[in-house]
């Protein structure tokens, strides 16, 4: 069964450190999200991405932030220079079309020290 | 703003027991109410859904209403198995293009034989 994969599964650096999360979607899919999980808080949307673009970003996702489908299979989330809070669980998930059920990866833990 | 609240687990119960986590929401519109599964190093899945109220959800012996008139997905199974074990996720989504979800904190439930 296709599966979202997600590398690593966890990924330690040091504050102000660019990190990138990587990702692989479903190959049909055409969809890709990034959501991601403080230790005992919930699950929060970050960024969504159709067709080469954003199309809708949170709050959380600023300027420190990006993504980018770079070579038509991954689905990166770079962090160009990382702070204690961004320490947390990044999950990846991609769909098919909109409105229809997104699969998740099993996410990449990120710890900054 | 839409938001979720989740029951406080971890919620430890008997192989054969009746569970039942409370999910209650908050929406500005009318959302599709989600829960997901995550298994112990495994991704976030879609476990049943309900695209609109009194519409009732199940799926591998769980089942959730859509109660719009107390704004609650509450998740039931009348036996649990100890492969039940996991932390389930209580999301609301408006679909789209964007497919955003808004999710609680998650449960964690351990089912001891």
């Known amino acids: 069964e296709p599966e979202v994969t997600q590398t690593p599964s966890h990924q330690v650096t040091q504050m102000g450190q660019e990190v990138i999360l990587r990702c692989v979607p479903i190959s049909n899919h055409l969809y890709f999200y990034w959501y991601r999980q403080i230790l005992g808080q919930k699950v929060e949307f970050l960024v969504s991405?159709?067709?080469?673009?954003?199309?809708?970003k949170s709050e959380i996702f600023d300027d420190q932030f990006s993504v980018e489908r770079p070579d038509g299979s991954n689905f990166t989330l770079k962090i160009r220079s990382t702070k204690l809070e961004d320490s947390a669980m990044y999950f990846c998930a991609s769909s098919r079309q909109e409105n229809t059920e997104a699969f998740f990866g099993q996410g990449t833990r990120l710890t900054v020290v | 703003g839409d938001s979720v609240t989740q029951m406080e687990g971890p919620v430890t119960l008997s192989e054969e027991a009746f569970l039942t986590i409370n999910c209650t929401y908050t929406?500005?519109?009318?959302?599709?109410l989600f829960w997901y599964v995550q298994y112990p190093g495994e991704g976030l899945q879609l476990l049943l859904k309900a695209t609109k109220a009194d519409d009732k959800g199940s799926n591998k012996g769980f089942e959730a209403t859509y109660r719009k008139e107390t704004t609650s997905f509450h998740l039931e199974k009348g036996s649990v198995q100890v492969s039940d074990s996991a932390v389930y996720f209580c999301?609301?989504?408006?679909?789209?293009?964007?497919?955003?979800?808004?999710f609680g904190t998650g449960t964690l439930l351990a089912v001891q034989p």
């Open positions: 999301a609301l989504g408006y679909g789209g293009a964007t497919n955003k979800l808004i």
């Open positions: 991405f159709y067709n080469n673009e954003i199309s809708e």
């Open positions: 929406a500005t519109g009318y959302p599709s």
